[in-house]
Every structure is written in structure tokens, then in C-alpha cells.
């Protein structure tokens, strides 16, 4: 387990879990995208991975990778196992024991409650270092789906129970994510979880038909808004240039929305948008 903290802040409420419709999805880029939001608004902004596979020892992984490109200094990784699958997965084929809740949650719990201090470490003078004490937004990034095992009967759900923690979805931009999306919101509602919202996780620069029906009708079908979209390539932007374009890639109430968590009355019909082109064939 590796962590890093700083100076105090006040303490922290609930973090945000974000998971996705399944792997590959940009969940850690969108992660970043957001950390680097909460910065250059001034916040305390901390991310946390609590499993990881396909890692071995010092190699960096996601959280190291959303810290490379928010500029987060403060940083949890939790458990780390070496083969390139499903967490249950990748300890039983190594002989290693499942990861139980208490293993996973009590270093979150604990990190939460530690002092805060994260800012941009190329802007040291900015609001996020000064003046008064500030709000603190802590990220926790799940693996793979949002029913993919992180120990025998584990989900990122219970996580999130535990934490009292509204989730986030991070999905696909094209054909296919309707279902995907739908199915996943289902199932965080099911647990009692309340889903803050939908990120995609990679738009293209020149969106097809589907893509941009999907953008209306996720909202519509979902019953959560479309809280931004993350442009395709974003990970390969050097780490000011990320920070600077990373507000204008989600609504621009999406801070409040998630401390307020009434997600209908701050969005209604303008999620379902977000400047993107409309819903129709060419000509």
C-alpha cells in the first residue's frame, strides 16, 4: 500500500466512486479529468485506487497515471496483483488470499481522515494551496464493471455502501452503451446507491450518428444526466495543457451537483447535450 498526503484540511466528506460499463472504458483518464476540475476549483482533490491488477511491484499504476495528469499529490493505492484479470481472479490464480472488505475499506477510511494537502504541483501560489481552508474532493476509482469481483463476493458496490458514496459511470461514447449504461445504473440503484451521473470516457473528435443520439438518450433512458465527455486522446496531453481543458469537458454546475446530489433539479433536459451537435442523419 503506498499513500501520500500533506498539510491539514478540513474533514472530508464522502468520496466519489468511479466505476464504469466495464474495462478500457477511460475510467482512470476521466478520473484525472475531474481531479484536475476540483483543483483548478480550488479544492483538495485526492484519488484512490483500492485493487489493481496486472501490476507488478513499482510499476506505477492508474492512480499513479490520474496523479501524473491531474498534478494530485495526494494518493492511495490500495492492493496491487500481478496477473492481468478480474481481481478474484487474479488472486486465486496467483495462490494469494481474497481481498475482504475490511482490508480494502479501512486503509479508505483512514486515508480519508488524514490531512489533506494535494494541489498542482505547477501551481503552488494558485487557490489550492492559499488562503482559507478548502472543501476536499476525494476520488475512489473501482476495476473494470461495476460487478467485476474485487474478492469473493466483493463488488465495488460494497465499496461504495461502506463509504456512503455516491457513484459516478464512466461509459462508452458508441453503439452498444445504451444497454451497457442502462444496465449499470440499474444495478447502483438496486444497491441503494445513488448514481451521481455519466461520463464518457472517450468522444471522438468528429462523432458519428450513434454517438450523438447516445448523448440524448442516455439521460432519457438512464433517468441521470451526461455529466461530461472526455475528449478521445486526452491522456496524451501534457499535464498543464490537461489541467487548463479539463473544466470545459463537464457541465459547468458539476461540482455543486455532486455536493448537492439533487442531480434532476440542477440538470433536467441540459445534460442531455452539453454543446454537442444534435441527434440526426447528414442531409
Given at each position: 500500500?503506498?499513500?501520500?498526503?500533506?498539510?491539514?484540511?478540513?474533514?472530508?466528506?464522502?468520496?466519489?466512486?468511479?466505476?464504469?460499463?466495464?474495462?478500457?472504458?477511460?475510467?482512470?483518464?476521466?478520473?484525472?479529468?475531474?481531479?484536475?476540475?476540483?483543483?483548478?476549483?480550488?479544492?483538495?482533490?485526492?484519488?484512490?485506487?483500492?485493487?489493481?491488477?496486472?501490476?507488478?511491484?513499482?510499476?506505477?499504476?492508474?492512480?499513479?497515471?490520474?496523479?501524473?495528469?491531474?498534478?494530485?499529490?495526494?494518493?492511495?493505492?490500495?492492493?496491487?496483483?500481478?496477473?492481468?484479470?478480474?481481481?478474484?481472479?487474479?488472486?486465486?490464480?496467483?495462490?494469494?488470499?481474497?481481498?475482504?472488505?475490511?482490508?480494502?475499506?479501512?486503509?479508505?477510511?483512514?486515508?480519508?481522515?488524514?490531512?489533506?494537502?494535494?494541489?498542482?504541483?505547477?501551481?503552488?501560489?494558485?487557490?489550492?494551496?492559499?488562503?482559507?481552508?478548502?472543501?476536499?474532493?476525494?476520488?475512489?476509482?473501482?476495476?473494470?464493471?461495476?460487478?467485476?469481483?474485487?474478492?469473493?463476493?466483493?463488488?465495488?458496490?460494497?465499496?461504495?455502501?461502506?463509504?456512503?458514496?455516491?457513484?459516478?459511470?464512466?461509459?462508452?461514447?458508441?453503439?452498444?452503451?445504451?444497454?451497457?449504461?442502462?444496465?449499470?445504473?440499474?444495478?447502483?440503484?438496486?444497491?441503494?446507491?445513488?448514481?451521481?451521473?455519466?461520463?464518457?470516457?472517450?468522444?471522438?473528435?468528429?462523432?458519428?450518428?450513434?454517438?450523438?443520439?447516445?448523448?440524448?438518450?442516455?439521460?432519457?433512458?438512464?433517468?441521470?444526466?451526461?455529466?461530461?465527455?472526455?475528449?478521445?486522446?486526452?491522456?496524451?496531453?501534457e499535464r498543464d495543457e490537461f489541467g487548463r481543458r479539463a473544466p470545459g469537458w463537464f457541465v459547468p454546475d458539476l461540482l455543486d451537483v455532486l455536493r448537492s446530489g439533487d442531480r434532476r433539479a440542477h440538470y433536467g433536459e441540459k445534460s442531455t447535450v452539453i454543446g454537442?451537435?444534435?441527434?440526426?442523419?447528414?442531409?
Amino acid at each position: 500500500m503506498t499513500a501520500s498526503s500533506g498539510s491539514a484540511s478540513p474533514p472530508a466528506p464522502a468520496p466519489i466512486v468511479i466505476t464504469g460499463t466495464g474495462t478500457d472504458v477511460g475510467k482512470t483518464i476521466a478520473t484525472a479529468a475531474l481531479a484536475a476540475h476540483g483543483l483548478s476549483a480550488g479544492l483538495d482533490v485526492g484519488i484512490c485506487k483500492p485493487i489493481q491488477t496486472g501490476l507488478a511491484p513499482g510499476e506505477p499504476g492508474d492512480a499513479h497515471e490520474a496523479a501524473r495528469l491531474s498534478g494530485v499529490r495526494r494518493m492511495l493505492e490500495v492492493r496491487r496483483l500481478p496477473d492481468p484479470l478480474a481481481p478474484e481472479t487474479a488472486a486465486r490464480v496467483a495462490g494469494l488470499p481474497q481481498s475482504t472488505l475490511p482490508e480494502l475499506i479501512d486503509p479508505i477510511r483512514a486515508w480519508l481522515r488524514a490531512p489533506g494537502g494535494s494541489a498542482p504541483d505547477s501551481a503552488p501560489d494558485s487557490p489550492a494551496t492559499s488562503g482559507p481552508a478548502r472543501g476536499r474532493l476525494d476520488l475512489v476509482e473501482g476495476a473494470g464493471g461495476v460487478l467485476v469481483r474485487l474478492g469473493t463476493g466483493l463488488t465495488v458496490l460494497d465499496l461504495a455502501r461502506s463509504l456512503d458514496a455516491p457513484v459516478i459511470v464512466v461509459a462508452r461514447a458508441g453503439l452498444g452503451t445504451l444497454s451497457d449504461t442502462e444496465l449499470t445504473v440499474r444495478a447502483i440503484e438496486a444497491a441503494g446507491l445513488r448514481c451521481a451521473g455519466i461520463v464518457i470516457g472517450s468522444w471522438p473528435a468528429d462523432p458519428d450518428l450513434a454517438e450523438r443520439c447516445n448523448l440524448e438518450d442516455l439521460p432519457r433512458l438512464t433517468g441521470v444526466p451526461v455529466l461530461g465527455r472526455v475528449p478521445a486522446g486526452a491522456g496524451a496531453v501534457e499535464r498543464d495543457e490537461f489541467g487548463r481543458r479539463a473544466p470545459g469537458w463537464f457541465v459547468p454546475d458539476l461540482l455543486d451537483v455532486l455536493r448537492s446530489g439533487d442531480r434532476r433539479a440542477h440538470y433536467g433536459e441540459k445534460s442531455t447535450v452539453i454543446g454537442s451537435p444534435a441527434c440526426q442523419a447528414a442531409g
